[in-house]
């Protein structure tokens, strides 16, 4: 008889960001009622992230990442005035971006009874 045992491995994420958006518009009218828009924005980001795993229920190892990163987001769009406050418009915008993902794992030391 074949003799065997399984081993659970799990796993909790949790993960944190922030980012900022500063960024610049300049608006020229086509009429009265038509103006075309353009710009871009600047947006700074941090992010952590923890991994815990877990096997057959006891902590294993943990998982941790710190990201930081700037994105560029260039704008355009076109507004069509329907009264003093109120206007329908639509904008064209891509993203370029840049992160860099910094991390380490600490793993636990099994015991010694643990061992197969």
């Known amino acids: 008889m074949d003799s065997f045992f ?3 491995e799990s796993f909790v994420q949790n993960s944190s960001s922030i980012a900022l958006t500063i960024g610049k518009e300049q608006q020229n009218r086509i009429s009265e009622k038509w103006v075309w828009y353009y ?3 600047l947006i700074p980001k941090y992010a952590y992230t923890r ?3 877990y096997e057959n229920q006891s902590k294993n ?3 941790i990442h710190h990201s930081f990163g700037l ?3 260039p704008f ?3 507004r069509f005035n329907i009264g003093p406050r109120l206007y329908l418009s639509t904008e064209f915008s ?5 992160s860099r993902l910094n991390g ?3 793993h636990s030391t099994p015991m010694p009874w643990h061992r197969i």
Request: hydrophobic share 30%; proline share 0%; net charge neutral.
């Open 104 to 106: 380490f794992k600490k």
């Open 39 to 41: 710009g871009g924005d």
């Open 76 to 78: 355009i769009g076109i």
């Open 61 to 63: 190892s943990a998982d």
């Open 51 to 53: 991994t815990d795993t």
């Open 6 to 8: 399984s081993i659970l």
């Open 71 to 73: 994105t560029a987001r």
């Open 94 to 98: 891509c993203n370029f971006g840049y």
